[in-house]
C-alpha cells in the first residue's frame, strides 16, 4: 500500500482532540496491519475523526470498543446526574484504566 506524505494534521480546537487522534491513529494501524486499502485506512481515520461522542449508540460494542464504550456511557450518566466534568473524566479515566469496571448494570 503506498500513500503520498501526508500534510501535518491540525488537531481541531476541541477539549478531546488529542485523545480522538491518538485514537484515530490506533484505528489507522489496526487497519494498515489487516492488509486495509489506502482509501479504507483514510475513511477509517476520518470516521474516528468525525465521531459525534455524544452519539455512543454508534460505537461497536465488540471487544475491543467494549471499555472505551462503557467508560463514555458512564461520564455521560455522571455529567447527566450531576456531576462535574472532572467526576466524569475521573470516572472515564478509572473504567479505561481497569480501576472500576462500572458494572452497575444500566447499559
Same mark, same amino acid.
Given at each position: 500500500m503506498?500513500c503520498?506524505e ?6 481541531p480546537?476541541?477539549?478531546h482532540?488529542?485523545?480522538? !487522534?491518538e /485514537? $484515530?491513529?490506533? *484505528?489507522?494501524?489496526? =487497519?494498515? %496491519?489487516a492488509? +486495509?486499502? &489506502? @482509501?479504507?485506512? #483514510? ?21 475491543p470498543?467494549?471499555? !472505551?464504550? /462503557? $467508560?463514555?456511557? *458512564?461520564?455521560?450518566? =455522571?455529567? %447527566?446526574?450531576g +456531576?462535574s &466534568? @472532572?467526576?466524569? #473524566? ?8 481497569g ?9
Amino acid at each position: 500500500m503506498t500513500c503520498k506524505e501526508h500534510p501535518k494534521y491540525e488537531l481541531p480546537n476541541t477539549p478531546h482532540a488529542k485523545h480522538r !487522534y491518538e /485514537s $484515530a491513529m490506533k *484505528h489507522v494501524e489496526a =487497519a494498515k %496491519a489487516a492488509g +486495509k486499502s &489506502s @482509501e479504507e485506512i #483514510h475513511a477509517i481515520f476520518k470516521k474516528v475523526m468525525e465521531f459525534d461522542i455524544k452519539d455512543v449508540e454508534k460505537l461497536p460494542a465488540d471487544g475491543p470498543h467494549a471499555k !472505551y464504550r /462503557s $467508560a463514555v456511557i *458512564h461520564a455521560q450518566k =455522571a455529567i %447527566a446526574a450531576g +456531576k462535574s &466534568s @472532572e467526576e466524569a #473524566h475521573e470516572l472515564y479515566r478509572k473504567i479505561m484504566a481497569g480501576e472500576a469496571t462500572g458494572g452497575c448494570g444500566h447499559h
